[in-house]
């Protein structure tokens, strides 16, 4: 006998707005994501982006734990940036854009 079950997770923003940034500077977001699930642990990953960087880009999150993860905007050229990062759970089975 098997029991399956759906990650259940929280994002505290899906969206993020990084404004005007200069070449070559930073702009630095926060974000938590929360591992609702009273039992299972889920490992995460964050997809590489150019221009953007999440630190800690993976870990795992034990159940009923949250962590914070620092989002980075740090463009090295001109232009208007728009792209999706995505938050992969259960090693890629489950995507979350941001």
Known sequence: ???AMYP???ISKQLLNFGE???NERRDMTLSIKNKNK????????SKVAHFKAVP??????PDSEHNINVTFEPHSLGM???EL????LNGLY????
């Open 1 to 3: 006998m098997a029991r």
């Open 8 to 10: 259940d997770i929280k």
């Open 21 to 23: 940034c200069p070449s």
């Open 39 to 46: 039992t299972m642990i889920l490992d995460f990953n964050f």
């Open 57 to 62: 880009s993976k870990g795992k999150l034990f």
């Open 81 to 83: 940036f728009k792209q």
């Open 86 to 89: 995505f938050l992969e759970i």
């Open 95 to 98: 995507k979350i854009p941001i």
